[in-house]
């Protein structure tokens, strides 16, 4: 199982971006996939996580109202749309999946983490 994250870049604030996350097999049918996101110096951070229906979202409290969570089943893609970015969002983007069946928990064991593509924000 892969998971390949994509789409970081570096922007100025106000821009947005879309990442991607798509997985080497189809349908987890009872994961989540979330993204999170690592700042130099810093630890990992949840950033949004979605079931693969789609039918619940996730999102950390500095990225609601700006980001969004969406997913493609067809495509077996997860997407990130970033809104109105900022200076501190930028970090290293990684999606990862945690199978469950039951309420997302961000703090515990995802199963399958995908490498990170950059994001910077220049203000």
């Known amino acids: 199982v892969q998971l390949q994250a994509s789409g970081g870049g570096l922007v100025q604030a106000g821009d947005s971006l879309r990442l991607s996350c798509s997985a080497s097999i189809r349908a987890f049918s009872n994961a989540y996939v979330a993204w999170f996101r690592q700042a130099p110096g810093k630890e990992h951070a949840f950033v949004a996580a979605?079931?693969?229906?789609?039918?619940?979202?996730y999102y950390a409290d500095s990225v609601k109202g700006r980001f969004t969570i969406s997913s493609d089943n067809a495509k077996n893609t997860v997407y990130l749309q970033m809104n109105s970015l900022k200076p501190e969002d930028t970090a290293v983007y990684f999606c990862a999946a945690q199978f469950n069946i039951g309420n997302y928990d961000y703090t515990a064991k995802h199963d399958y983490w995908g490498q990170g593509t950059q994001v910077t924000v220049s203000s």
């Open positions: 979605i079931n693969r229906s789609g039918s619940r979202t």
